[in-house]
């Protein structure tokens, strides 16, 4: 069995920064891609991010130049760092990877970005 395990969320400031991070665990035979999806209320889960094990890495249009995904093969973790932070980022990040070929959920991390 596996699990990813998310931490850092939390309240900031607009214009503020945090940085998400999430580790793979359990009997892994194979860890993928590696992502970061949220959700809004009344919203669809969509993408934010997205690293293949090479570090290839794929952003939404709406966090181009402001957030940043990395991951540390070594540690099965992946991390997203967000900056200039919006009211409209709230929302429930979670974290998302292939792990023995299947995908896995993280249980998600609240962000609220608020004054």
């Known amino acids: 069995q596996v699990q990813l395990v998310e931490s850092g969320g939390g309240l900031v400031q607009p214009g503020g920064s945090l940085r998400l991070s999430c580790a793979a665990s359990?009997?892994?035979?194979?860890?993928?891609?590696m992502g970061w999806y949220r959700q809004a209320p009344t919203k669809q889960r969509a993408l934010v991010a997205s690293?293949?094990?090479?570090?290839?890495?794929n952003y939404a249009d709406f966090v181009k130049g402001r957030f940043s995904i990395s991951r540390d093969n070594g540690k099965n973790t992946v991390y997203l760092q967000m900056n200039s932070l919006k009211p409209e980022d709230t929302a429930v990040y979670y974290c998302?990877?292939?792990?023995?070929?299947?995908?896995?959920w993280g249980q998600g991390t609240q962000v609220t970005v608020s004054s």
């Open positions: 690293i293949s094990p090479g570090g290839r890495t």
């Open positions: 359990g009997s892994i035979f194979s860890l993928n891609t």
């Open positions: 998302n990877a292939i792990i023995n070929a299947r995908t896995a």
